[in-house]
């Protein structure tokens, strides 16, 4: 904890943990109402989204199944490459399946815009994505966001399972860099 201690001069709060479980619990309420009867897959997208959709499912009172994938865009950078990369990809078949897709933030597009596009190939039944933060001044791609924590600044954001530079995911609150 000390070396992120030494960081916090360089963060500024943007999103407090007690916001992000008041916000995840409304995100839950209405899944769970939507989904009613049913058992949906929540597709995380690693690294980023795994806290929240670890809180997210302890809120759900539905039946569901998780299933996860991993990209890179970023590498170590501030900035998108412009470029997704599959790393890991599914192992479970989703056709005729309700998938919901969960993702940590939705900047460019770009990211969910191919997941979305290679999704729909497997022919789920349907398919909707629920984002933690999205930061619409960055987007290059609009995309459906069907459930929305919070929007964010056009600012490089760390914490709660985002991180920079392979850093910061396990900080339980939402900072953004003060020098970007």
């Known amino acids: 904890m000390n070396g992120i201690m030494n960081y916090y001069n360089d963060f500024k709060l943007l999103i407090t943990q007690k916001e992000i479980k008041r916000k995840i619990n409304q995100l839950a309420k209405r899944i769970n109402a939507d989904y009613r009867g049913k058992t ?10 795994f806290m929240f959709l670890a809180d997210l499912i302890r809120e759900l009172t539905i039946d569901v199944e998780i299933e996860f994938i991993e990209l890179s865009s970023y590498g170590d950078s501030t900035e998108s ?7 890991k990809w ?5 056709r005729q399946r ?10 460019t597009g770009l990211t969910v815009s191919t997941l979305l ?9 349907s398919l909707k994505v629920c984002t933690l933060t999205s930061k ?10 069907h ?8 600012k490089f954001i760390i914490g709660y399972g985002i991180d920079y530079g392979e850093k910061y995911r396990n900080l339980s609150e939402i900072y953004y860099l003060k020098n970007e």
Do not use: C, M, T, W
């Open 147 to 154: 459930y929305l924590g919070f929007e964010v600044p056009n």
């Open 98 to 107: 309700d998938i919901i897709l969960v993702e940590d933030i939705v900047d």
């Open 136 to 145: 619409p001044a960055r987007r290059e791609i609009e995309v459906p966001i």
């Open 117 to 125: 596009e290679r999704l729909e190939k497997h022919n789920p039944q």
């Open 90 to 94: 599914l192992s479970k078949e989703i």
């Open 40 to 49: 949906p897959i929540l597709i995380s997208v690693l690294k980023g989204s």
């Open 81 to 87: 490459s412009g470029e997704v990369s599959v790393i």
